[in-house]
């Protein structure tokens, strides 16, 4: 699917002249223009974002069987957290550094 903007001319931003499929959607009081079309460009965008679902899907994969071992561990007693470790984790992440 590609967005494209309009101009006060009425013409296409992205450079989309004659473009089949268009639909209107609304949001916010403003008003985008999506097609769906077999260009260059939008078989491209479909191959990133296949790749970019499966990424997706491989991590919340992980991070589910991630979470069942740490319940189990949690329920059966033998997790150990680490204070210092879970502090240093999240300063990383938030900050960095």
């Known amino acids: 699917m590609r967005v494209i903007g309009r101009n006060s001319l009425g013409t296409g931003i992205g450079g989309a002249g004659n473009v089949s ?53 949690y329920q059966s007693g033998q997790y150990q957290s680490d204070a210092r470790a879970t502090s240093a984790a999240m300063w990383e992440q938030a900050f960095g550094g």
């Open 21 to 73: 499929g268009t639909q209107k959607l609304s949001r916010s009081g403003s008003t985008f223009s999506t097609a769906l079309d077999s260009t260059e460009a939008g078989t491209g965008l479909r191959a990133t974002l296949g790749a970019i679902s499966r990424a997706l899907l491989s991590f919340y994969a992980q991070h589910a069987s991630r979470v069942q071992v740490l319940t189990a561990q």
